[in-house]
């Protein structure tokens, strides 16, 4: 049950268990209130925070120890289905993610930006008012795509992904452009993608391999706008294991409590490889802020 959780933005929806939820205002926050009770998971309005489930078979192989990791709303943590293998870290190993030499700024997971909380943080390729094109993003490690978005903002396409690693790591990408194709078959199993629609669509038995090509293209090219246009991504790592204890016991947003209790600082600490994360450490902020709910000041 989630009733009474925090939300991020009044008229939101979301299907829980068969029970349908609003984001409505209760005083000055932001919260989850059931509405009805729905035989079927729905899709509703835009912002992330809404789901439908689709079931997909695919023949790519994953080791057979992949246990899955499921959400308790009750007790606000992830649960592992079976016996989840020990993670070996670095999580991510040098480029298999992406080519991290060539990117120019990056901004901090755990912020608020533009009016709500981001677990997230993200990398930017371009400088304002520029584009950079072909920048491909991969799989670094076998996993389980537990969900995937995709939308239109000022009519281009957008789309987003989770991949859980199986011993408890999530990586979560956004604002990827062009999809392999292989994700473009996942992607044409859901609703086609509209304006400003970006509910999340949460998926079963789909697998990815170590080294499947993601995106080709990244970010928002022309005809965007000046505030939107340029080269970049959404990036978060979730250690689901346990709750980020860099957090105070009191921590709350209006994110998604799954997302912003386990969010952690993916450039610090050992989830990027040495070389990837001195690259990042080297680099300047994109928004100009320095502050973070989940990573350490420099210096």
Not at 20 to 49: L, N
């Amino acid at each position: 049950m989630i009733s009474g959780t925090k939300c991020a933005k009044i008229g939101l929806k979301r299907t829980v268990n068969k029970t349908s939820y609003t984001c409505t205002k209760k005083g000055k926050s932001f919260v989850w209130t059931k509405t009805k009770s729905s035989g079927t998971p729905s899709a509703g309005s835009s912002g992330g925070a809404t789901s439908s489930t689709t079931t997909i078979t695919t023949t790519t192989a994953v080791p057979a120890q992949n246990s899955g990791w499921s959400f308790d709303y009750k007790k606000s943590v992830w649960v592992s289905q079976g016996a989840a293998p020990k993670c070996s870290l670095p999580l991510i190993a040098e480029s298999e993610l992406l080519d991290f030499s060539k990117v120019r700024s990056f901004v901090q997971p755990g912020q608020y930006r533009g009016g709500s909380y981001k677990p997230h943080g993200g990398l930017r390729w371009s400088e304002y008012g520029s584009y950079v094109s072909g920048v491909t993003i991969s799989a670094p490690f076998d996993g389980r795509i537990t969900m995937v978005v995709h939308y239109k903002t000022e009519n281009i396409y957008q789309f987003g992904i989770n991949i859980i690693h199986p011993c408890g790591f999530m990586l979560r990408l956004g604002h990827l452009k062009e999809p392999s194709d292989f994700i473009a078959n996942i992607l044409k199993t859901i609703a086609p993608a509209v304006e400003n629609d970006s509910r999340e669509n949460y998926i079963r038995e789909v697998f990815i391999k170590k080294g499947q090509v993601i995106a080709t293209e990244v970010g928002m090219p022309a005809p965007a706008s000046p505030d939107s246009f340029g080269t970049f991504i959404d990036l978060g790592i979730l250690d689901l294991r346990a709750k980020n204890p860099i957090l105070p016991t009191n921590f709350s947003s209006n994110a998604d409590v799954r997302y912003s209790l386990y969010s952690v600082c993916w450039y610090q600490g050992e989830y990027l490889s040495p070389a990837d994360r001195a690259k990042v450490q080297s680099l300047q902020f994109s928004n100009a802020d320095a502050k973070s709910d989940y990573c350490k000041p420099s210096g």
